[in-house]
């Protein structure tokens, strides 16, 4: 990363919705956030405290998802509208969770989109865990 663009990571588990708008609204003085949540494989949170609290401040660039749900993930549509880009990774193998879900989401969503499917791998996305985080990686450093 040049020195031009470096950036400070947190990662905050997205447990209350509200704590954490009112905590990227008041305590952060930065110019872009990119959203980020998953299931297992070291990566933590629901999709849809991430879709909704993307879609409501303006300082989120993107949001990434892995192994989401569809519920509560109504505003997903409006990412697009306010130029935010999705990543929704999901293991075709996910006995929690079925691929269709991020599937949905993808289809809801506007541009700039992506979505990542991997075959025989589960909700935690264990088997290409790897080439997940490298993916969300290169979305975060491509925003």
């Known amino acids: 990363m040049s020195s031009q663009r470096q950036a400070q990571l947190r ?3 997205p447990e ?3 704590q954490n708008q009112l905590e990227l609204s008041c305590n952060y003085p930065i110019g872009a956030v990119i959203m980020v949540a998953g299931a297992g494989g070291g990566m933590t949170g629901p ?3 991430v879709i909704s609290a993307g879609s409501m401040r303006d300082v ?3 949001i ?28 075709k193998g996910d006995q929690c969770l079925s691929y269709r879900c991020s599937e949905q989401l993808y289809r809801a969503a506007g541009h700039p989109k992506e979505l990542v499917l ?3 791998d589960n909700h935690g996305v264990t088997q290409h865990k790897y080439e997940a985080k490298n993916k ?6 491509g925003l």
Do not use: P, W, Y
């Open 11 to 13: 990662v905050k588990l």
């Open 16 to 18: 209350n919705l509200k």
């Open 47 to 49: 999709g849809a405290v």
């Open 60 to 62: 989120v660039r993107g």
């Open 64 to 91: 990434a998802t892995v192994a989401s749900q569809t519920a509560g993930t109504d505003s997903v549509s409006h990412l697009g509208q306010q130029g935010k880009a999705c990543l929704f990774i999901h293991g």
């Open 118 to 120: 991997f075959d025989n």
């Open 136 to 141: 969300i990686k290169e979305f975060v450093l």
